[in-house]
């Protein structure tokens, strides 16, 4: 009996495989000045991308917000995530055209938004000047 016993856990730990690798990670500073954009950022393609953003700017703007993304290459982009405070709220939508994915602010107005079916960009929706950072992490 407990050969058989070795034999079957010899048999399923030789089929189990497990892969660890490092992550990628891009990090993404943003100056924008009042209704400004950033360059256009092409995610990682077919593979879940943690993006997160944050507004450093002083005066009671800070905010942070996060989403899952999956950007199918020249097809469209799908995510899920909580915008920032006041209120934060869930996000979630997929589309190949221009539009909001999450904010990054207290008031809602620094978003980022999908600039095409491959892209995402930063836009400061506010009067004035806005500062932050994003990270993509696939």
Known sequence: MAIVVAIITSMVAANATQTIT?????????NLAAGG??????PATNRSVLVMGCCTASGG?????????LH???????????????????????TNSA???VYLDLTHTV???TASADTILVHNGSAGTRAGNVTLIW
Do not use: K, M, R
């Open 72 to 94: 199918t290459p020249s097809n469209l982009i799908t995510w899920v995530g909580l915008e920032s405070v006041s209120p934060a709220a869930i996000t979630s939508g997929s």
């Open 61 to 69: 703007f800070q905010g942070v917000g996060q989403v899952s993304l």
């Open 37 to 42: 954009n950033s360059a256009p950022i092409t």
């Open 22 to 30: 490092a992550p990628n990670a891009a990090f993404i500073s943003y």
């Open 111 to 113: 978003d980022i938004q």
């Open 99 to 101: 539009g909001h994915i």
